[in-house]
């Protein structure tokens, strides 16, 4: 088994999972009927893309584990998404910020991980990209709306990216992992599409009249499995029926 | 292109006509261009189909439907899934098209066009129910993964249109 091929898939599988766990939340709880069947939608695209990472994950590791061992029952520590994809829903302008900010990060990515020389993982990214460009559309129109709209939205939009840019930097730092699968042409070199995102998210933010935040300081931890501590409810939330019915099914 | 060929064992083709969408029922998995190769190799027919969206939950119950439809034609059936090449509305058939707009969802246009439309910036969906070009977005995401709701603004009659997908 390839341990750095398998951790990789995590790190990047993990985002979409607990993208798709937050955004699920907000089933039946969307701040209209429009917007909670566009964050659900949203979600379950992510979920089928995970699923593809983990079943592909699951038989590179060769045991008896499965894409639903791999979801529901690992440890905190051993998931290693960003912290940016963990943060709770607040309100709209929150849950749409977050999903700016990691759909214009995840467009960058599948974009150079579809040249990947791993054919499931280039396969992957190419059914992806078409699904994430459409998830790009929708936030980034979401960020004008709001920050062009009244004084209440935009002032709010502001403050949600406000906080949430603390958790950007994260995006683009590499694990032992990623170095080594960079080295192999699997990979991506996340330091590249740093420019790229800053320059991206900067242009819709001046678009739709918002300020894009100078910090020094930023969040970072998720990558190496040390989370915020959101994480823990989220993820009592995720495995409770597998935990407490062990090897439940529909 | 070379890469969307399907590769279909004649004899197979009618068995696999009568498998619809669960999600658009008039519509077969045929017409919808989800089933790239089926063949007979070892007694066994091998199937490989490929998701609309990756998170389309049709596809477990698809895979289920061809390998029951084989059963009552005394095959053996293996379904594999897919991901590459991925799949695009380009391959939902003629007829499938047509079906789509009986059954009340607009088809999809070109991928400029798409856009124009789900950007509301351009009437050009038509409306499946009275044909009028005075529709609406009314949200870029509908009852599926692969639609997006519109509304006619001559019969009033909220539609679902199939998006482009490339």
Redesign the interface.
Known sequence: MDKDLVQYIFGIADNALILGQRLGELCGHGPS??TD??MT??S??????V??YYQYAAKLMGDDTTEDTIAFLRKEREYKNVLLVEQPNQDFAYSISRQFLFDSYHLLLLEELQNSTD??L???A???I??VS?HT??SS?WIRRLGGGTEESHNRIQEAITHLWAFTDELFHQTDADKTMVSEGIGVDVTKLKDAFYKKVSAVLEESTLETPQLQYFQKGGKQGVHSEHMGYLLADLQYMQRTYPNMNW | MTEQLQHIDQELFEILETVSDPEIPVLSIMEMGVVRSAHIINGIVEIEIT?T?????AMDVIAEDIISAFKEKGYVAKVDL??????TTDWITAKGRAALEKYGIASPLSADADKEA??GNKKIVKCPQCGSLNTKL????????CKA?FQCEDCLEPFDYF?C??
Do not use: H, M
Request: contains cysteine.
């Open positions: 009927l429009e069947i566009a939608n949203i379950l695209d992510l979920l089928g893309q699923r593809s054919a499931t280039s396969a992957i190419k059914k992806s078409k699904e459409y559309r929708f129109d | 998701p969206y990756s998170g389309c939950p897919i991901l590459s090449p991925a799949w789900l950007l009314v949200s870029q995401f509908g009852s599926t993964a709701f998006k997908l490339k």
